[in-house]
């Protein structure tokens, strides 16, 4: 073992410790190839050899996913690599208070976003699917809701499918734009619980309609997420955006790769986030293939695809 390199036991509790370790032993490896040092579980903690500024690093990363553990809260690999970012640049990543705890960037760039969030009033989330655009939008929407800082949590995006003229549907509004908006109720459910969600939707807290349902409105004392938002014409998004009223904030949403429009050109992600970034109180977030946090494979898929498209092999 070189100079320095020494070993330090660090006690936690037994799922703690399984956590650290992973399945298959996976976190450890994560946490070793990153700080290039020896993580082994003998039992009744974790032991970290190598030199003292590594295992400085690991330590800390450790400490953060036992931190998890004891808030309830499941460990991943993406929160693995969360903790080793944070580590090595010694900050922490903002998180949401929700049922479940807490929602935490698990990205530098989701990071970036929370923070936008926080401090804009009109955010725009552009990039991949799988980089938690809509997810952390309606977890910050929740987040005021539940707090008293907005009235109404306002869902909406485009029905492009039905092209928008959805009255050949069957049942009320609600059952005709449900179809589009799955997606949106999975992560309000997850974040609220779904009796809680079923009983602000009842009560007209939570609202959602397509972007057609939007124009002559004014949206007050609302959080207003446009999700989807590559899909909205140029027309629309201007109407959209022109909707805020007193004491309300807007996350716009989308992948500008992926327009279903039949006139791409015609989209108003782009063309919106080209005007207004820069302008007081607006913020632009981009996520890249990095802050994919699904499957590792979704960034892969993602970057073989962009390769193609930019007409170049993968």
């Known amino acids: 073992m070189r100079r320095g390199a020494i070993s330090e036991f660090l006690p936690l509790p037994d799922e703690a410790v399984r956590a650290v370790a992973g399945p298959g032993g996976r976190h450890a490896a994560l946490i070793e190839d990153a ?13 970290v050899g190598g030199e ?21 809260l499941e460990v991943t690999p993406a929160d693995v690599r969360v903790a080793i970012d944070q580590a090595r640049s010694g900050s922490a990543a903002p998180g949401l208070a929700v049922r ?37 939008a309606v977890a910050h929407g929740a987040s005021l809701l539940r707090s008293g800082e907005v009235e109404r949590l306002v869902v909406t995006r485009p029905a492009v ?23 949106v109720w999975e992560a ?36 207003v997420i446009v999700d989807e938002a590559q899909n909205a014409s140029r027309l629309q998004m201007k109407m959209v955006l022109t909707r805020l009223g007193e004491g309300s904030r807007m996350a716009v949403t989308g992948d500008p790769s992926q327009v ?4 791409a050109a015609d989209s108003g992600l782009a063309h919106a986030v080209s005007i207004l ?16 946090v699904r499957h590792p494979l979704v960034g892969r898929i993602v ?9 170049r092999r993968p």
Do not use: C
Not at 52 to 72: F, H, P
Not at 283 to 292: G, H, I, K, L, Q
């Open 260 to 263: 279903d429009l039949v006139n």
């Open 100 to 136: 479940r705890g807490q929602v935490a960037a698990k990205t530098a760039g989701q990071a970036l976003y929370l923070e936008a969030l926080a401090k804009n009033d009109l955010v725009f989330g552009v990039g991949p699917a799988g980089t938690g655009k809509t997810f952390l």
């Open 188 to 223: 309000m459910s997850d974040i609220l619980g779904a009796e809680a969600w079923r009983r602000r939707r009842d009560r007209g807290e939570i609202e959602v309609a397509p972007i057609a349902f939007m124009r002559g409105r004014t949206l007050s004392h609302a959080f």
């Open 161 to 183: 499918e039905a092209g928008e003229r959805l009255g050949f549907l069957p049942g009320d509004l609600g059952e005709k734009v449900d179809p589009y908006m799955a997606p």
């Open 303 to 311: 970057e073989a695809y962009d390769a193609d498209a930019a007409g």
């Open 52 to 72: 003292s500024k590594a295992r400085r690093g690991a330590r800390q990363a450790i400490e953060t996913l036992a931190g998890r553990v004891r808030s309830r």
């Open 277 to 292: 970034e820069g302008v007081e109180g607006v913020a632009v977030t981009r996520f890249s293939t990095s802050d994919v």
């Open 35 to 47: 700080f290039h040092v020896l993580v082994e579980t003998p039992g009744g903690g974790v032991s």
